[in-house]
């Protein structure tokens, strides 16, 4: 058995929920209020970090491993460079090419959401992937 505690497995399982949530709120709201897609994805990281440090590397590879997050740092990337070559193609670099919305609405700025969405997954999967393989570094001495 790896990783923690019944107890921090537990309280992990309850609040790592919460924290997803939270980033993911973070980077949709990143054009109406403070945050945005960097902040956002590192809190996403910070919530896969607390379900490895909670269960373990082992456990934690099974439902993200280095592959997978690597994927989807590269989708993440791919994905802002796409919005922003669009932008491009259509007049300007990073123009906007999405129809405004209402003011203070979700879907209000055009591709400037799109773009957190696409930096918030580059940056929580970039940052868990780093924290995953520096993880694997431990050593029988460490523990």
């Known amino acids: 058995m790896s990783g923690m505690t019944l107890i921090v497995k537990t309280i992990a399982r309850l609040v790592v929920g919460f924290i997803i949530v939270f980033g993911c709120c973070v980077v949709l709201h990143g054009h109406l209020s403070p945050g945005g897609g960097f902040a956002g994805g590192a809190m996403l990281a910070c919530g896969f970090v607390l379900v490895l440090l909670a269960y373990g590397r082992t456990e934690t590879r099974r439902i993200i491993s280095e592959n997978r997050a690597a994927t989807w740092d590269s989708l993440g990337a791919f994905a802002f460079l796409s919005i922003a070559l669009v932008g491009y193609f259509s007049g300007a670099f990073f123009r906007n090419f999405l129809p405004l919305g209402r003011q203070f609405q979700l879907i209000s700025s055009g591709t400037v959401m799109w773009s957190n969405?696409?930096?918030?997954?580059?940056?929580?999967?970039?940052?868990?992937?780093?924290?995953?393989?520096?993880?694997?570094?431990?050593?029988?001495?460490?523990m």
Do not use: H, N, Q, S
């Not at 969405?117 to 460490?142: H, M, N, P, S, W």
């Open 117 to 142: 969405v696409a930096i918030g997954i580059k940056v929580g999967a970039c940052l868990f992937a780093a924290y995953l393989v520096l993880a694997g570094f431990r050593t029988a001495e460490d």
